[in-house]
Each structure stands twice: as structure tokens, then as C-alpha cells.
């Protein structure tokens, strides 16, 4: 399998900009809204996160929200919003894609794309996306083994793109007191068993801005190449996942904490 690794392969290192390579000796931090609601909102988050140590800025479009009546993205203009501000801020943009039909927008406006948790076992949207030739953060199904987590990936290896990143946010369990569970035994065990570099997502597993940083901090001690962190402006105005979205504050004592 291509994604296995090899004895005493080291971890692949994926660039995106001089700032920025997984799987490198720093971990990378991508920080950003759950979802982009407007230029000032994006243009706030993005200039407080660069200062504070972000390498790239994340924030969502087209959303795979649970409800159908709750805010569903801007769409293209949300797209339109991040490039013109990642360029402002000089910071490279990942979005999370959930249909086919947005290859094209995804494949001019982002330099990393990312498919979600519930996009994880669309092995159609896999196979389509690999072949924009552009890295891609592969997130962990809520509902996935380590085994089918790995061959998600190996959908998009096996079509010829090789620059993966992995991302464990927390699984369903029994515990219902936390949004999801951070494995960590499955991330101690991705590093054993996979090359890819492999990144944690405190916010969706947490569902608590409260316990973001100490799961960060965990996920980094178990070895993870980076972290993926909601930020918000006013996370108790936030159109999706507010209660889990830091303040500059607490993300700025976060990047001092690790
Ligand atoms: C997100 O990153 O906002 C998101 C929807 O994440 P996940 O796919 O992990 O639920
Ligand atoms: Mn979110």
C-alpha cells in the first residue's frame, strides 16, 4: 500500500509556501472560522491569527451542516473572500469541498483542499479531487477504523497525488459530555504505520473552547505534525460551531502554551 510506511521511512514532507511544510520539524498551525460570513469577519480573524503564528487560514464555504435550515456557507463568495484576504495577509487558504460539482472553483481559488469528516468515505469526490493535483487534508469519518481511514487516502494516492495530510477530530463514542473523542491511540499508531504526516483537530473533537488547548497540547505530545484550531472574532456570534471557536486571547496563549 502506498500509504504504509517503510522501516525508518521518515515522515513526507508536504510544502504549501516557504512558511509552511508538514511534516517538518515545527507543527504546522492552521487556524481560522468554522465558517467565512463576511470580508470584515475573515480580514479580523485572518490579520489576529498571522500575528499570533498561524501558517495557514482555514474557514468554510460550501458547509456539511447537520441541520438543513442552518447556515450553509456563502458559497463561491466565500471563496472570493478567502483569496483576496489570504493574499492580504500573505497566508496560504484551505477550504473543505463536499460536491463534485465545485472541483473547478476549488481547483483555482484554494492552495490546500480539504475533504471533511463526512465526505470521508466518498470514495467519487476522493478520486475526483486527487486529480486537481493539489495537497489535500484528508480528516478521519467520525465512524471510521484506522484501516478505512488509511485507505481513504490510499483512494487519493493510488490516482497519482501523493501530498496528503491526515487529520484525526475525534470520534463517536459512548461519551457524550465532549462533542467527540480525540483518539489519541489512533494517532500514536498513524505515526507507526503511515509516512503521510498526520494533524489534529482539537475543536471538533472538544466542542469546547474550554478543553481546545489541553487536547492540542495531547495531540502534539503523541506526535502530530500540526493542528487545525477554529478561531472566531466573536465565537458567541459565530454562524457554526461558536462554542468550540477560540478567542484571539485563548488562541494566542495556545500558540505560547505549545
Ligand atoms: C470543519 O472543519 O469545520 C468541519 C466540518 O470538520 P469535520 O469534517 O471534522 O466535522
Ligand atoms: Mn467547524
Redesign the pocket.
Known sequence: MLVHKTPNQPTTKIRISPNLVFGDTSPAIIAGP?SIESFDQLLSIATAVKKLGAHML?G?AF??RTSPYAFQGLGEEGLKIMKKVGEMVDLPIIS?IISTDNLPLYSSYLDMI?I???NMHNFDLLKKVAHLNKPILL?RG?AATLEEFLMAAEYILKEGNSQVVL?E?GIRTFETSSRNTLDLNTLALLKLKTHLPVIV?PS?AAGNREIVAPLARAGLACGADGL?I?VHNQPEKAL??GPQSLTFKQFDSLISQI
Open positions: 468554522c482555514r468554510g458547509k456539511p473543505e480539504q471533511g469528516s463526512r480528516k467520525m487529520c477530530r483537530d471538533h487545525i477554529e457554526s460551531d
